[in-house]
């Protein structure tokens, strides 16, 4: 996603609105960016294609309040909807389409989050354990509950599974030491956490050793993977033909749910070893590229965050 500054280029921009482009380019096109943010995305979408329709969907509402400010200019030409991307089907039914030309999804969490300390996404700052990507819904779980009602195990497991984090029993153990003493609220205590937990040799490289305990909080407060799950899915079945999905993931879990789906859509459904694909048989979708792509080094120097960021994309070639 953007950075909190509203000029930032978005990364991998120019590639990921060139696969869009032949369906975008349609009459009457309607693009959906499935996590709109600061607005980066659909403004250049809005400039570039004079005749689309965009629809924006966001679960930040902070991120839609500035993007609603940012993109007023384009007036009916956009929709911002308050919504999480598994829900994208009645979120299109609602604006009154039935099928979509374009979708993107921009994974993870934007630097507008990371930059604000009450979020608490942020290991850098001190600041309460939040997380929430909806921070206005006073009844969702937060980090701090996570930390401290989950038991030793689940948060030991939700370590290893979200963030393959080697020391995640350590990590779990030293997290049920320190809430027997005192709940544990800020992210302050929790770097501290992680750090006493991690041996001394294994703090040495690879940054912050909070960084991957972090990751691993935020996907489950927020549901992440489960939700990812349901909306690409989801995203491909509202696609019309020739329409065309691109995704942007920066961690390895996202990009293998990704994958997966394509290759599911994408696969030709008959015995490996008939000459010929039988009429009717053909795979309703097509990759766009070959596995995933990266950034260039140009671009990595110009937006570090873009160096993590895996493209996929596909498109729908039948009904």
Same mark, same amino acid.
């Given at each position: 996603? =953007?950075? @909190? ?31 709109? %943010? ?81 979020? %608490? ?28 009602? #989950? ?33 544990? =609220?800020? +992210? %302050? ?11 001394? *040799? ?10 991957? =305990? ?35 993931? #920066?961690? @390895? ?14 696969? /030709?459904? /008959?015995?490996?070893?008939? *000459? /010929?694909?039988?009429? %009717? ?10 596995? +995933? ?27």
């Amino acid at each position: 996603m =953007t950075t @909190s500054s509203a000029h930032h280029t978005p990364v991998l921009r120019e590639r990921v609105f060139a696969l869009l482009a032949p369906a975008l380019t349609r009459p009457g096109a309607v693009f959906v960016d499935a996590t709109v %943010g600061l607005g980066g995305h659909c403004e250049f979408a809005l400039e570039a294609f004079p005749n689309l329709r965009v629809i924006g969907i966001d679960r930040d509402p902070s991120a839609l309040a500035l993007s609603r400010d940012r993109l007023a200019s384009f007036g009916v030409r956009v929709q911002l909807m308050h919504a999480v991307y598994d829900q994208i089907p009645e979120v299109i039914s609602d604006a009154g389409v039935e099928f979509v030309d374009g979708i993107l999804f921009d994974l993870g969490v934007s630097s507008m989050q990371l930059d604000d300390p009450q979020r %608490g996404f942020a290991y850098s700052v001190e600041a309460p354990l939040d997380m929430r990507m909806n921070h206005e819904d006073d009844d969702a779980l937060t980090a701090a509950d996570i930390l401290n009602e #989950y038991s030793e195990a689940d948060i030991a497991r939700i370590l290893r599974d979200y963030a393959d984090e080697r020391f995640a029993t350590r990590i779990a153990r030293g997290v049920a030491r320190a809430r027997d003493i005192a709940p544990i =609220t800020s +992210s %302050g205590q929790l770097v501290e956490i992680v750090r006493s937990a991690i041996p001394a *040799p294994a703090r040495r490289t690879g940054g912050n050793p909070a960084k991957r =305990t972090f990751q691993a909080l935020r996907i489950e407060v927020n549901g992440e993977l489960d939700c990812l799950r349901r909306a690409i899915p989801a995203a491909l079945d509202a696609l019309g033909v020739g329409g065309r999905l691109v995704v942007l993931s #920066y961690q @390895s879990l996202e990009d293998r749910i990704v994958k997966s789906e394509f290759t599911r859509r994408t696969r /030709v459904d /008959v015995p490996i070893d008939l *000459p /010929v694909i039988p009429e %009717g048989h053909e795979p309703a979708f097509r990759l766009l590229i070959s596995g +995933s792509q990266k950034a260039s080094e140009e671009e990595i120097a110009a937006n570090p965050r873009a160096s993590s960021v895996r493209l996929r994309a596909i498109e729908r070639v039948a009904a």
